[in-house]
């Protein structure tokens, strides 16, 4: 469905053949990706452009990030990666969180309101879930919220919200990048630092740190977690 609507996207479909635990998502060590990769099994399906990663939830997590930050061979720019624990596991990327089946008296929580960048009400499966919407307008009464039929695609105003959004994201990674050649040139930024960046920016510590990957920045007197 997305890809019909974005030309030039790439969908990456991580499935965890392992109980996902709590937390954010540690880089705590670089691995080569061929390591990496036997430890994963990856299915592509050319008809849909669609690559599918099943394995290790770690070992997922890395290679993903091998695919946007580290491997110039595997780099993919402009890509749709499918999770359902996509907020926990990928916390750097633009977030669009799609509530399929509302029951009667879901909530969604504080922590999924804070990090989304649009919220689409998938009405296919059933009448829009008005505490859910309350909820939504109460923690972020800013936030984009649509109500989509997305069995029947998407609506023109949902396409040019996203476009809008995923322009802005790119805007910050550029902004990053270049407050980080400007003010530590010798490629090292503490923790503290990059807190005071990502608080002057308006941007998320997780896109500061994986800028930083991306750009082979050093965070030192790092605070486990944050990044």
């Known amino acids: ?41 990856e299915k592509w399906d050319s008809s849909q452009n669609i690559l599918e990663l099943q394995g290790l939830k770690d070992k997922l997590q890395k290679a993903v990030r091998y695919m946007f930050f ?8 402009r890509v749709f990666l499918e999770d359902c624990r996509g ?24 922590t999924i309101i804070n990090q989304a960048d649009v919220f689409i009400l998938n009405t296919h499966y059933g009448e829009t879930n008005k505490k859910a919407q309350d909820q939504i307008k109460k923690y972020r009464p800013g936030l984009p919220v649509f109500r989509e039929n997305l069995q029947e695609g998407i609506s023109g105003e949902l396409k040019s919200i996203l476009g809008q959004l ?24 503490t923790c503290e630092q990059a807190r005071k960046m990502a608080c002057k920016l308006k941007v998320s510590l997780f896109l500061i740190g994986n800028v930083c990957d991306e750009w082979g920045y050093a965070i030192t007197q790092c605070g486990l977690g944050c990044f």
């Not at 998502?25 to 099994?41: F, P, R, T, V, W």
């Not at 580290?70 to 720019?77: S, V």
């Not at 907020?87 to 504080?110: C, H, K, T």
């Not at 995923?166 to 930024?189: C, G, H, W």
């Open 166 to 189: 995923f322009e802005a994201y790119l805007e910050n990674r550029t902004r990053v990048k270049s407050a980080l050649e400007t003010n530590y040139p010798d490629k090292q930024i």
């Open 87 to 110: 907020m926990l596991n990928f916390p750097w990327a633009m977030q669009v969180f799609i509530l399929n089946s509302p029951e009667p008296d879901y909530v969604p929580g504080r």
């Open 1 to 41: 469905m997305f890809l019909e609507t974005f030309c030039g996207f790439k969908v990456i479909r991580t499935i965890a053949s392992e109980k996902i635990k709590g937390g954010p998502l540690q880089l705590c060590g670089h691995e080569q990706y061929d390591e990496l990769a036997k430890n994963i099994s």
């Open 70 to 77: 580290f491997d110039p061979d595997k780099r993919l720019d």
